[in-house]
């Protein structure tokens, strides 16, 4: 009988799942039968996975029953509390998350985004140029890696000159090698300590300098805080718009004539890049913990229980999207929830769009064909899902 079948859920904790590309079934079947289903892990305790768009809406807003405290991945919390716990923006409750945010908001806001549009445009444009020159490339190397890290140096006001050096350890900070991973979280560490020290003596206008110098209820934030929602800051954004412009490129691959109706636009409309947003949804499984007992989907969850709002899922919901399998490039509405949503939504989604339109644009300009070269590979994480290395062939127009 369907309702009693567990392979489904169990199949989300196993990243061969992901890697094979095989969640998007999965999680059709948990929405159809089993919406609020119990996972067991092979190595930790359990949770349970919420796959329909209304209880993920609702876990993500109802921050006092579902708390981000204590993390928001499946890789941490799982036995033991997370060092980390409270210590990094999405972390944080109230009052303290609410002030620091209300500080970091203005440098991620549209007004400060303009002053590096210009910029911004003409990085990704030589870009877009080097690629139709090699012809034959591989979209994370020569895109999905250098865009973001290019565009955070700029807002974060980091040495352009470190920007070269440190593009092959942001490369490996989403690794399928778990050790080139490790390596490079380390090194971006060391990295961010390194800017943290320099902006206590020279602070300057910028959000890590914000960071530093916050004046919370509670005091300043502890030297450990500083760190890590400073890296929290950076890595953020780096690999969650790598993997929705990696897998952009891939969805216009495979859908050819969306790739035409996109060059025939007289410039990227906003839904184009809503629905790539919605299509790649690169989060995965965001991660909360019962503050208390609850009612969900029809099951009973336990205080301490966590419970993974699989995005991806929520985002092709046929009861919220019509043809919700379909990329339609001009769709409207689009309430995905690939930002999540509630307090802890995504506080660079202004940025992540402007990066994803200024690609979307250029290449719709400057490349006529687009192809497929290659085999794709998918990374093998509950945390961020998506394409690992997408290579392909373009021509001039
Ligand atoms: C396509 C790109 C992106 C996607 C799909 C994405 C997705 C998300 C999601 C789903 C959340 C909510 C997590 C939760 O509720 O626990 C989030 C939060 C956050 N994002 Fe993004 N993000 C993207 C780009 C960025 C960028 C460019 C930045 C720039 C720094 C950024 C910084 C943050 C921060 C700081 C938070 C925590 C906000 C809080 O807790 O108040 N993200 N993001």
């Not at 799942?17 to 999680?27: G, M, S």
């Not at 891939?250 to 035409?260: F, G, Y």
């Not at 790649?280 to 913990?289: D, H, K, L």
């Not at 699989?310 to 990329?327: K, M, T, Y």
Request: hydrophobic residues 40%; contains cysteine; charged residues 25%.
């Amino acid at each position: 009988m369907e309702m009693m079948n567990d392979a489904p859920a169990a199949a989300l904790a196993d990243p061969q799942t992901f890697i094979r590309d095989e969640a998007h079934d999965q999680w059709r079947h948990l929405r159809a039968y089993r919406p609020v289903a119990w996972t067991p892990e092979p190595d930790g305790p359990g949770f349970w996975s919420v796959t329909r768009h209304g209880d993920g809406e609702r876990v993500l807003r109802e921050t006092s029953l579902f708390s981000s405290f204590e993390g928001t991945t499946l890789e941490a919390n799982r036995w033991e509390d997370d060092p980390a716990a409270g210590k990094m923006l999405p972390l944080m409750t109230a009052p303290t998350h609410g002030e620091l945010r209300r500080i970091l908001l203005p440098y991620f806001s549209g007004r400060r985004l303009a002053a590096l549009e210009t910029e911004a445009a003409a990085f990704v444009g030589g870009l877009v140029e080097d690629c139709a020159a090699q012809g034959r490339f591989e979209v994370t190397d020569m895109l999905g890696t250098r865009i973001p890290t290019h565009i955070a140096f700029g807002l974060l006001g980091l040495p352009e000159s470190d920007e070269a050096a440190l593009l092959p350890t942001v490369r490996d900070t989403l690794s399928c090698d778990e050790e080139a991973r490790t390596i490079a979280d380390a090194e971006l560490l060391l990295y961010i300590a390194d800017v943290v020290d320099q902006r206590r003596r020279r602070p300057g206008d910028d959000a890590i300098s914000a960071v530093v110098s916050a004046q919370l209820s509670v005091g300043k934030l502890e030297d450990e805080a500083v760190l890590l929602t400073v890296l929290n800051l950076m890595t953020a954004g780096l690999t969650t718009t790598r993997l929705a412009i990696t897998g952009a490129l891939h969805a216009l691959i495979t859908h050819e004539a969306q790739w035409r109706w996109l060059q025939t636009q007289p410039e990227v409309p906003g839904s184009a890049v809503e629905e790539c947003l919605r299509w790649t949804s690169p989060a995965a499984a965001v991660v909360r913990t019962a503050s208390g007992d609850a009612e969900l989907g029809g099951q009973r969850v336990r205080i301490g229980q966590r419970i993974a709002v699989w995005i991806p899922s929520l985002n092709r919901d046929e009861s919220v999207f019509d043809n919700a399998g379909h990329l339609r490039l001009d769709r409207s509405p689009n309430r995905h929830l690939g930002f999540g949503t509630g307090v802890h939504a995504c506080l660079g989604m202004v940025l992540a769009r402007l990066e994803l339109r200024l690609l979307l644009d250029t290449i719709r300009r400057r490349w006529k064909h687009l192809e497929s070269a290659g085999p794709v590979e998918r990374l093998g994480s509950l945390v961020l899902q998506g394409i690992d290395r997408l290579p392909v062939r373009v021509a001039s127009a």
